[in-house]
């Protein structure tokens, strides 16, 4: 019973699957021996390598008998490895030859395949034989009984599983380690390993695995009389194993269970399934667990009483353990060989066997041997801590790593933040900035469109008051030269009938009313034409203005010469105008008769020009008569303003008036420059879009 566990593991972590039809196997491997005979000399090595394996895993398959076949094709297989100097290769081809041979319970051989595994591959981290071959070195050294070996092996492929992170690796180590500490009666300790284990088998959900782990906590709960536990899982071991159709794993259920009945009194049930067990063990080939089981048959005949039984059980054990040079079992026969011989009353063999089973406990189990294994557990742990140490400083690297970036991400989006706030602000302040300009605008239209309005409405009422004098400068004008011209005929006629029979008083008041109604005529003629200028558009047609100055000067010959006055005009080259020809004439006639009117010590002498100046003709009528002082430049175009008094300049004070009104309409403008005593130089514009030098017709 307590050697049964370290064959489950074995398959574990067999590079072969021994589950196969072995029928189809032969057949299989008949076929590929034929390949090998037919073209051996024509393959490469590569191939005939690959070929070998086959047939070796295949003789592997076929079961013991076929095993001396599959270590011949191993070996070759390592020969070629060997030519071509490939690690993998030569440490697989060793690995399954040592495999092969513990299976032939051939332990020595095992013992130097699995330990030229080591030698190869001990310096090349990662290869995967290593651990592996460590792992069935510490199996070997059990079933010879040394724990020592067996645990240092086992802690060594416990670290490389550690650090490959292989958990199918340490699910078998730990179960291993559960089992040595099982051996050495270290039962607690054993229940730790096989629950961490278990839970990583659970973790990993290998059922194979579980399998193994719930039959070991079986067996370790029956050592520690826990029974009740111990029937628990070695019940589930049994159903799994069926459920895997698992054959070595019902063999142990079976055993297991078989030593639970025991426990309880039920003999033959226990007999029974001990007899199933060993049956099955044997059609496995697993001898070493039948050697267990074997000893607990005999100690259940012991218990039932038929020592004879149980002495033929113990003798079985014993030559087989002999066979199979399983030291580890042999204490345990001998002690119970010992009880047997005491219990039939042959104190003989009693005593020597009792002899031998000390001899042999004391070499197995020494002290040393408990002290050496914790040696080694130490440095296991001490590796395993550096081990922890340099994943600590990888994390530790890999933290301050990611808390850079964690830092730089921080500053980014800090920075980004920022930009993202001052783009937010600038977009604000552009929308208030935008807004104050929108509203100062629709403020500025809203004022703009008021005063337009206010402008629109100044307009209407200015050209209405303007159409009201007009139309009263008119009628007022047109209207009183009617009864006037009654006054002037009535004075005239009284004067020429009547002046005899007025006395001189007489005759001089009637000299002032007909001078008034001459004036009064004149300002009638003057208010007339102002009334009319400016009240249509300019024509379409242009009109010289050489000849309107040819009429003027013919209007005004007579005035001139009475007053020996002289007409210049500079530019005989004047443009042609869109103007009314009488109130052309009018505007011209009014300044050069001015000219000549306001004359001071010299004769008059008046000039007219023209020169195109800023897109506009210019038109000058300059004199050299009494001038206007400064204050009175503007003045002068104001209507009924006068300078002088009538008895210093006869006139009306509308001439001015009337000139700018006739500017004004074809869009020009008029003004005068003037010194006092030196003349004055009167000036009005066309714009060019009512002038043209071209020959146009007039
Ligand atoms: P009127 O000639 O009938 O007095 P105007 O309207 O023609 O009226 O002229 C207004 C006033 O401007 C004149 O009374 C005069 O004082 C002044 N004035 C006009 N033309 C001249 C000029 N060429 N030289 C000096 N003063 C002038």
């Given amino acids: 019973m307590r050697f049964y566990l370290l064959p489950i593991l074995a398959l574990l972590f067999c590079s072969f699957s021994f589950a196969v039809d072995s029928e189809e196997e032969n057949d299989n491997v008949d076929s590929l021996l034929k390949v090998l005979q037919d073209q051996d000399a024509t393959l490469d090595l590569q191939s005939r390598y690959e070929l070998n394996l086959k047939i070796a895993e295949g003789y592997g398959h076929l079961g013991t008998e076929e095993y001396d076949k599959s270590i011949k094709h191993f070996l070759i297989c390592y020969n070629i490895a060997k030519e071509l100097n490939d690690l993998t290769k030569k440490s697989e081809s060793l ?9 032939q319970n051939n332990f020595q051989d095992a013992l130097v395949y699995f330990n030229d595994v080591v030698e190869h591959t001990k310096n090349e981290s990662g290869n995967e034989y290593l651990a592996r071959a460590y792992t069935q070195l510490s199996s070997l050294h059990q079933s010879i009984g040394d724990y020592k070996s067996a645990f240092e092996n086992q802690m060594q ?113 226990a007999e029974k399934a001990m007899k199933e067990s060993i049956a099955m063990k044997m059609e496995v080939g697993n001898k070493v667990a039948v050697i267990g089981s074997k000893i607990d048959l005999s100690n259940l005949y012991l218990k039932w009483e038929k020592p004879e039984l149980a002495l033929l059980s113990l003798e079985e054990a014993l030559a087989m353990a002999i066979e199979v040079d399983a030291k580890g079992r042999q204490p345990e026969i001998y002690q119970s060989l010992a009880a047997v011989y005491d219990q039939i009353n042959d104190p003989v063999n009693a005593l020597l066997y009792t002899r031998k089973y000390i001899g042999l406990k004391d070499s197995l189990i020494s002290e040393k041997t408990v002290e050496e294994m914790g040696k080694s557990k130490q440095r296991y742990e001490v590796r395993e801590q550096e081990h922890e140490i340099a994943i600590l400083k990888k994390t530790n690297e890999i933290l301050n790593a990611k808390e850079e970036i964690r830092q730089q991400q921080i500053y980014i989006f800090a920075i980004a933040f920022i930009a993202f706030l001052m783009f937010l602000w600038w977009y604000k302040s552009k929308l208030n900035y935008q807004n104050k300009v929108n509203k100062l605008l629709g403020e500025k239209n809203t004022l703009l469109a008021d005063k337009n309005e206010e402008i629109f409405i100044k307009n209407k009422q200015l050209e209405n008051s303007n159409e009201d004098l007009q139309q009263f400068a008119y009628v007022a004008s047109h209207d009183l030269k009617e009864p006037l ?83 210049v005009i500079k530019n005989e080259n004047l443009p042609k105008v869109k103007a009314h020809r009488t109130q052309l004439i009018q505007l011209l006639q009014n300044l050069v008769s001015n000219g000549v009117k306001f004359k001071g010590e010299r004769d008059p002498q008046v000039t007219i020009d023209c020169v195109l100046e800023n897109n506009q003709y210019v038109m000058s009528i300059a004199d050299n ?67 043209s030098m071209e020959q146009v017709n007039a």
């Avoid at 040592?98 to 299976?103: A, F, K, P, T």
């Avoid at 009389?225 to 111990?230: D, I, L, P, V």
């Avoid at 400064?630 to 008094?645: I, P, Q, S």
């Fill in 95 to 103: 690995f399954n030859l040592g495999y092969i041979s513990q299976r």
């Fill in 625 to 691: 008569g009494i001038g206007i002082s400064k204050e009175n430049l503007e003045k002068v175009f104001e209507m009924f303003r006068r300078l002088h008094t009538r008895d210093e300049y006869e006139g009306t004070g509308i001439g001015l008036a009337t000139c700018k009104r006739i500017v004004t309409t074809w869009g020009g403008d008029i003004w005068v420059e003037s010194e006092v005593d030196k003349g004055s130089t009167f000036f009005f514009s066309f714009p060019v879009s009512v002038a």
């Fill in 485 to 567: 011209r009654m006054i002037n005929s009535y004075t005239t006629l009284l004067k020429r009938r009547y002046n005899d029979l007025f006395d001189e008083s007489g005759q001089e008041f009637m000299f002032y009313v007909i001078d008034a109604v001459k004036r009064m005529e004149t300002l009638l003629d003057d208010l007339l034409d102002f009334s009319r200028a400016g009240t249509q558009p300019p024509p379409e047609n242009f009109i010289s203005l050489e000849d309107i100055m040819v009429i003027v000067e013919a209007n005004l010959r007579h005035r001139l010469e009475t007053l020996n006055a002289t007409l």
């Fill in 157 to 269: 492929a416990l670290s490389i599983y550690n650090i490959s992170n292989d958990t199918l690796g340490k699910i078998n180590a730990h179960y291993n380690i559960g089992n040595i500490f099982y051996y050495q009666g270290q039962y607690e300790k054993a229940l730790e390993s096989y629950n961490t284990s278990k839970s990583l088998a659970d973790d990993l959900g290998n059922a194979r695995a579980n399998y193994a782990c719930l039959a070991a906590l079986g067996s370790v709960y029956e050592k520690l009389e826990n029974y009740g536990k111990s029937i628990e899982f070695n019940l589930a071991s049994l159903r799994l194993a069926e459920k895997l159709q698992y054959k070595t794993g019902i063999a142990f259920a079976k055993g297991n269970l078989a030593t639970n009945y025991k426990k309880q009194g039920k003999m033959n049930r």
